[in-house]
């Protein structure tokens, strides 16, 4: 068994619209999806990265008040929430593929640091660095 | 304006206004009238400043020349470019606007900052690693209770000549 990190979550505005980015745009995969009465709890993960997945939930009951929720999704939405990093083996041929289908770009590819990073947002706000792994 | 507290803005809202931000951080030395950022965000003219300034904290115009003071102050510090060219490159249309506003903000001109910054780096630069970390070693060359062992007998001593 290896131990370790086995899902961060990650607030998005809406479970259905996340799962088609991050499934249908990303290429992600979806690893569990199962309800319980409103409750859904969602993950998906990288194809390549089978013992790491994201929980994409919504914030709100059961687990959080009216007010907070409504302030966390302020918070999404204003792009307050750390920036995650993808690892890619070619940052311009992931940015054209993504622009194709439509992923919103906040940064193009630039060369800097002897590599190649862009940076794009989710539907929810987001932000991502995606950055072309060093050969 | 009164100071009654604004309603929370709609997140929906929020996420198109993050849009606007994302192009002048993207494109800080592009011209962002309210209009065009007004259409990036899909939001009235009319409501624009007032909601960006409601969700960011700072007005639209104000955030751009923040981002472009930024990046000019990276081009001083990193880079051998002109101080006119830099002026040009972060979006000023001329040297005095930059200047001025380059000392309104950062409270010094852009030739000082950039003085300032060569001066911090290429000072220690120039001495030999093992001589200033030699430099920066505390003056201890014995043992702490020798040190004060010594100083109280000087005191004594001192102590002692004074008395016939």
């Given at each position: 068994?290896?131990?370790?990190?086995?899902?961060?979550?990650?607030?998005?505005?809406?479970?259905?619209?996340?799962?088609?980015?991050?499934?249908?745009?990303?290429?992600?995969r979806v690893h569990t999806d199962v309800r319980n009465g409103d409750y859904r709890w969602l993950t998906v993960q990288h194809p390549d990265q089978?013992?790491?997945?994201?929980?994409?939930?919504?914030?709100?009951?059961?687990?959080?008040?009216?007010?907070?929720?409504?302030?966390?999704?302020?918070?999404?939405?204003?792009?307050?929430?750390?920036?995650?990093?993808?690892?890619?083996?070619?940052?311009?041929?992931?940015?054209?593929?993504?622009?194709?289908?439509?992923?919103?770009?906040?940064?193009?590819?630039?060369?800097?640091?002897?590599?190649?990073?862009?940076?794009?947002?989710?539907?929810?706000?987001?932000?991502?660095?995606?950055?072309e792994a060093r050969r | 304006m009164s100071d009654l507290p604004l309603p929370p803005q709609d997140p929906e809202l929020l996420r198109r206004l993050?849009?606007?931000?994302?192009?002048?951080?993207?494109?800080?030395?592009?011209?962002?009238?309210?209009?065009?950022?007004?259409?990036?965000?899909?939001?009235?003219?009319?409501?624009?400043?007032?909601?960006?300034?409601?969700?960011?904290?700072?007005?639209?115009?104000?955030?751009?020349?923040?981002?472009?003071?930024?990046?000019?102050?990276?081009?001083?510090?990193?880079?051998?470019?002109?101080?006119?060219?830099?002026?040009?490159?972060?979006?000023?249309?001329?040297?005095?606007?930059?200047?001025?506003?380059?000392?309104?903000?950062?409270?010094?001109?852009?030739?000082?900052?950039?003085?300032?910054?060569?001066?911090?780096?290429?000072?220690?630069?120039?001495?030999?690693?093992?001589?200033?970390?030699?430099?920066?070693?505390?003056?201890?060359?014995?043992?702490?209770?020798?040190?004060?062992?010594?100083e109280a007998d000087a005191i004594n001593e001192s102590h002692d000549k004074e008395i016939p």
């Amino acid at each position: 068994m290896i131990q370790g990190i086995e899902v961060v979550g990650l607030y998005v505005r809406d479970q259905d619209e996340a799962l088609a980015f991050y499934v249908d745009k990303l290429g992600f995969r979806v690893h569990t999806d199962v309800r319980n009465g409103d409750y859904r709890w969602l993950t998906v993960q990288h194809p390549d990265q089978p013992s790491f997945q994201l929980g994409l939930s919504v914030p709100g009951p059961p687990v959080l008040d009216a007010d907070t929720a409504q302030a966390l999704r302020a918070i999404v939405a204003k792009g307050g929430m750390p920036p995650l990093v993808l690892k890619v083996d070619d940052c311009r041929a992931a940015h054209a593929r993504m622009q194709a289908r439509g992923v919103e770009f906040t940064q193009e590819p630039i060369d800097r640091y002897g590599t190649v990073d862009a940076g794009f947002r989710d539907p929810s706000g987001n932000g991502w660095k995606m950055i072309e792994a060093r050969r | 304006m009164s100071d009654l507290p604004l309603p929370p803005q709609d997140p929906e809202l929020l996420r198109r206004l993050l849009r606007a931000k994302d192009r002048m951080d993207a494109a800080s030395h592009e011209a962002w009238p309210v209009q065009r950022l007004a259409a990036v965000s899909d939001v009235s003219e009319a409501h624009f400043a007032r909601s960006f300034k409601q969700a960011f904290g700072t007005p639209p115009h104000r955030y751009l020349l923040t981002r472009r003071i930024e990046r000019a102050t990276a081009l001083l510090r990193e880079t051998e470019l002109p101080i006119t060219e830099i002026a040009f490159e972060t979006g000023w249309e001329s040297l005095g606007t930059f200047g001025r506003t380059f000392r309104d903000i950062t409270g010094e001109s852009p030739s000082a900052l950039r003085a300032r910054a060569r001066a911090a780096v290429q000072e220690p630069g120039r001495v030999p690693a093992c001589v200033l970390s030699a430099a920066h070693r505390p003056d201890l060359t014995i043992a702490v209770s020798e040190k004060r062992r010594r100083e109280a007998d000087a005191i004594n001593e001192s102590h002692d000549k004074e008395i016939p």
